[in-house]
């Protein structure tokens, strides 16, 4: 009888799988807010960049961080935030998707509850999901090049939408603006914003251009507060808008993925 128990519960459990994620590799768990077009619209965000939005993306990071203390450093932009575990990470014995179900609904979680710190006068009309997936990078220079990908990839929509927006509050409907900003390169695009709007792209919030990075400074680069209060611990976790396509941003914080 209890023989039979224990055999069908092996016969269940076989039904599992495993999907260990390569050991010694970085792993990455990006997340990424879930039909945010629509929800940035819902809550009227401002267009294309809405600082307290992005303000409480980097809020529940620094939140993710203090939780998971295997994450090394965290990049975001717009609605989604890629998180690095440290290459020796055990987190969940390296289980996917228990760790992207539990980053992604931490995350989630801590956005609902901050909402209201961010948009004290701006109801929640509906609850937030964010999808996540898990990537492993190989070698430390390949995780330089993902992490430099997703800043390019920051400064491509944001010259982009800041085009767009212009043009559309400008008076242009959004399929003109569109096809207005067809085919333009880079440099045509910044043109735009000095000739028509007295824009000069690069003197923009330093945050919109190049994103948000929080990460852990441990180790010889760290500041000992004098005091050692608890709150000056936390801040061992730093937020800031750098640029990390070039060397020099590892090269001056050699301690985080070391
Ligand atoms: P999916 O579910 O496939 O991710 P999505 O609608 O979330 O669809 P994304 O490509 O992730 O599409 O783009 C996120 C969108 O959310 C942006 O295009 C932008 O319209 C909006 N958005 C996110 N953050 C902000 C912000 N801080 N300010 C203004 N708009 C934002
Ligand atoms: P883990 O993170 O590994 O899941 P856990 O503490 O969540 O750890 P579980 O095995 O998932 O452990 O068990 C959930 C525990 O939560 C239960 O042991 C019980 O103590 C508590 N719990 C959950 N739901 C209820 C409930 N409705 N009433 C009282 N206790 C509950
Ligand atoms: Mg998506
Ligand atoms: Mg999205
Ligand atoms: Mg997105």
Not at 126 to 132: C, E, K, N
Not at 140 to 149: G, P, S, V
Not at 208 to 236: A, H, N, Y
Request: aromatic share 14%; with cysteine; charged share 25%.
């Amino acid at each position: 009888d209890n023989e039979i128990k224990k055999i069908k519960a092996e016969y269940v459990r076989s039904f599992l799988f495993e999907n260990k994620l390569m050991p010694s590799t970085w792993i990455v768990i990006r997340i990424d807010g879930c039909h945010f077009h629509r929800f940035s619209e819902v809550h009227e965000f401002e267009k294309p960049n809405d600082r307290q939005a992005l303000n409480l993306m980097n809020s529940c990071a620094v939140a993710v961080l203090e939780e998971f203390k295997d994450i090394v450093f965290s990049y975001g932009v717009s609605d989604e935030y890629s998180f690095v575990l440290s290459k020796d990470s055990k987190c969940y014995q390296r289980q996917a998707s228990q760790i992207v179900s539990v980053i992604v609904s931490f995350f989630s979680s801590a956005y609902v509850m901050k909402w209201k710190d961010f948009f004290p006068f701006k109801e929640l009309k509906y609850p937030p999901s964010f999808d996540g997936r898990a990537v492993c990078y190989p070698s430390t220079e390949i995780l330089q090049d993902y992490l430099a990908w997703r800043q390019v990839d920051c400064h491509i929509n944001n010259q982009y939408n800041t085009c767009f927006w212009m043009l559309v509050k400008s008076g242009k409907s959004k399929s003109e603006a569109q096809s207005y900003l067809k085919g333009t390169q880079t440099r045509e695009k910044n043109e735009l914003l000095i000739r028509q709007f007295n824009i000069d792209y690069n003197t923009l919030p330093i945050m919109f251009l190049r994103g948000s990075s929080v990460f852990r400074i441990k180790g010889e680069d760290s500041v000992m507060p004098e005091d050692g209060t608890f709150e000056e611990v936390k801040q061992e976790i730093i937020l800031s808008h750098s640029n990390i396509i070039e060397d020099s941003f590892w090269k001056e914080h050699p301690s985080i993925l070391c």
